[in-house]
């Protein structure tokens, strides 16, 4: 049977990095999906073919001495992919079986960008993936089998992505490094988030292990920048639950600066967020890991066309989506 699997991205409201380390964080889904087709095949080959991952082609500089230069972003389709072949390695484990699949990848939005397509993508291969051998696994063992794959591929992550990108909506997360829990926070979908995205260098992996090795260099400062943002979270949490504007805008701004601390801001990152900010956000930060990719306002909503034509001026692509998106959705196909 063929499956169509497919997951939300997601923005971090507050608390990415210091999740890592035990402190909560608050995320979204968004309205834009990574979906996963999965039809099992009788021997026990795997195809992958990942055509349509919305990123940029390539650029192609040639000198004067007729020397080509090529950049493409193709490393994040590879990033996505080894995400694919990881989380069927899991599950077969986790089935005990070794059915082959041709697997067909696709996304609403640009991959490795800082909007947790990563667990998107683990969490719709596993369903689809199991799903079509004719196993349901609860979404409980989904994200958990999810979490395991981030966690193989990007050496430490919390199990914040995969379990936004499994139940969707609106979450406050507590992972204290071993066991962690969740809580949907109500009625925030009318939150006025405008998202801006920059090219990112980085994986999130070479993020995680930036803060890292400053956390191990300056512990002491390390641990207090990591509680620091943890007590944001929940002031946040409060703010939300009110719809306090003033407040959320200003807990993001704190928020920022304390990632810019952690070294994971890049100049054009502030530049969005700083632009936001000039045109009256109530306040804006990066979110995700950082390095490049997404930053978020909270922008009051007769500013909105505003920020997002200032952000097409400074080569920042505003990601036009709502948040609070459902989580995994998986539709069978018979044939
Ligand atoms: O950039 P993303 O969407 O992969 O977010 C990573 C979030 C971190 O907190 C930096 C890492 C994690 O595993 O929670």
Not at 96 to 117: H, N, Q, R, W, Y
Not at 150 to 168: F, H, N, R, V, W
Not at 195 to 202: H, N, S
């Given at each position: 049977?063929?499956?169509?699997a497919?997951?939300p ?7 990415e990095?210091a999740v ?25 080959t ?7 991952l919305s ?9 004067k001495?007729?020397?080509i230069k090529i950049?493409?972003d193709?490393?994040?389709v590879?990033?996505a992919?080894?995400y ?13 079986i070794k059915?082959g699949a ?7 939005m640009?991959v490795g960008?800082?909007l947790?397509?990563s667990?998107?993508?683990a ?9 079509s051998h004719g196993?349901?696994?609860?979404a ?7 979490w395991?794959?981030?966690?193989t591929?990007?050496?430490l992550?919390?199990p914040?992505?995969?379990?936004i990108?499994?139940?969707g ?7 204290d490094?071993k066991?962690?829990?969740f809580e949907?926070?109500?009625d925030v979908?009318?939150l ?5 995205y920059t ?11 930036k803060?890292?090795?400053?956390i ?5 400062l390390g ?5 620091l943002?943890?007590?944001i979270v ?14 959320i805008?200003e ?6 600066g304390?990632?810019?601390?952690l070294?994971?801001?890049?100049k ?5 967020v700083?632009i936001m900010?000039?045109?009256?956000a ?14 978020i306002?909270?922008?009051p ?14 080569d920042a692509?505003?990601i036009e ?6 989580g995994?959705i998986?539709?069978e196909r018979d044939?």
């Amino acid at each position: 049977m063929e499956i169509i699997a497919s997951a939300p991205g997601k923005v971090t409201l507050y608390g990415e990095h210091a999740v890592v380390y035990g402190e909560p964080a608050i995320v979204s889904s968004i309205n834009k999906r990574i979906y996963v087709k999965c039809r099992p095949r009788r021997d026990n080959t795997i195809t992958i073919s990942a055509l349509n991952l919305s990123v940029p082609g390539i650029i192609l500089t040639i000198d004067k001495d007729g020397e080509i230069k090529i950049e493409t972003d193709y490393g994040r389709v590879l990033s996505a992919v080894s995400y694919i072949k990881e989380a069927i390695r899991l599950t077969q484990n986790y089935l005990d079986i070794k059915g082959g699949a041709d697997i067909t990848v696709s996304s609403e939005m640009p991959v490795g960008a800082g909007l947790g397509t990563s667990a998107a993508v683990a969490v719709s291969t596993i369903a689809a993936y199991s799903y079509s051998h004719g196993y349901r696994i609860p979404a409980k063992e989904i994200a958990r089998l999810s979490w395991e794959t981030e966690k193989t591929i990007q050496g430490l992550a919390s199990p914040m992505d995969s379990t936004i990108a499994t139940y969707g909506g609106f979450i406050y997360l507590k992972y204290d490094g071993k066991d962690f829990d969740f809580e949907p926070i109500e009625d925030v979908n009318e939150l006025p988030l405008v998202i801006g995205y920059t090219k990112r260098l980085y994986k999130t992996a070479d993020m995680v292990s930036k803060v890292k090795n400053l956390i191990d260099k300056y512990p002491l400062l390390g641990k207090n920048v990591i509680n620091l943002i943890g007590k944001i979270v929940e002031m946040a949490r409060e703010a939300l639950k009110r719809n306090d504007l003033t407040m959320i805008g200003e807990l993001m701004n704190i928020n920022h600066g304390l990632l810019e601390t952690l070294g994971v801001s890049t100049k054009e990152l502030n530049h969005i967020v700083y632009i936001m900010r000039s045109l009256g956000a109530y306040g804006s930060k990066l979110s995700g890991a950082g390095g490049g990719g997404v930053a978020i306002g909270v922008v009051p909503r007769e500013r909105i066309n505003e920020v997002i034509t200032a952000l097409k001026l400074i080569d920042a692509t505003p990601i036009e989506t709502s948040i609070g998106g459902s989580g995994l959705i998986i539709e069978e196909r018979d044939g």
